[in-house]
């Protein structure tokens, strides 16, 4: 979703007024969730400097322990400190900070809830966009759709938010890292930030690639068979360095 309402005031005090006005502070943040909360806003920071987002359109979360740090609602992401750090338990309670989590908390708790995931990327990335509103699933225009588990899906709309959108990217995303939110964006997800932060990227540069094959006149992109992609899926399970 995005959430430029808080850029929107254009004041230091944008995030003094998304603090749950009358509640007390939560606990404490234990030091591993602060070094992860150091690491979630660098990573949205860089949402918006590769021009995945604009504003703070998307959301960035982490998972530690059975607690979700995620960015908070309409704040810019270069006025977050340390101090910001916002994080919910797996039943959506607010357990650290005053700051209003993200609207799509819903998305992310639903991925944390049904697979083995540590961290979430939401953005709203041009290209991938652009193809969720052309095609139910992404064309087999490159062999790293492998490395997100097979052909990216595309989630039927929903309101930004809500339980059926969640629903709607969980049917997406069975058996897959990562998919294709319809008018919306994409949701990826990994074992850690920076995984789930390169199948984002990854996901962008395929859209982008079948975006600039499919508009050549007169001539349509070569696709890969599902069985082409089934052994490139093979051959990743033995790739990198093994140590």
Request: glycine residues 10%; aromatic residues 4%; charged residues 20%.
């Amino acid at each position: 979703m995005a959430e430029q309402r808080g850029d929107e005031r254009g004041t230091g005090d944008a995030r003094e007024g998304e603090r749950n006005a009358g509640e007390p502070r939560r606990r404490s943040a234990r030091p591993e969730e602060a070094h992860a909360w150091e690491d979630l806003v660098a990573a949205a920071r860089r949402t918006v400097s590769d021009g995945l987002v604009v504003g703070t359109s998307g959301n960035v979360s982490v998972r530690v322990g059975d607690t979700v740090l995620v960015t908070p609602s309409g704040v810019p992401y270069d006025r977050l400190t340390p101090d910001d750090v916002t994080g919910v338990g797996l039943d959506g309670r607010q357990v650290l900070g005053t700051l209003v989590p993200t609207s799509e908390l819903p998305m992310h708790l639903a991925v944390y809830r049904t697979t083995g995931a540590r961290a979430v990327v939401h953005t709203h990335a041009v290209h991938a966009t652009a193809v969720s509103t052309l095609v139910s699933e992404l064309p087999l225009i490159h062999y790293m759709a492998a490395a997100l588990g097979g052909p990216v899906r595309v989630a039927p709309y929903a309101t930004y938010g809500t339980d059926e959108l969640a629903e709607n990217m969980l049917r997406a995303l069975a058996g897959r890292s990562g998919c294709l939110l319809q008018n919306h964006g994409t949701v990826t997800h990994g074992t850690t930030l920076a995984q789930a932060y390169d199948r984002t990227a990854q996901l962008e540069w395929m859209c982008r690639l079948w975006l600039t094959a499919a508009s050549v006149p007169g001539q349509a992109p070569s696709l890969l068979s599902p069985e082409q992609l089934t052994e490139v899926e093979e051959r990743l399970r033995g790739y990198g360095q093994r140590g």
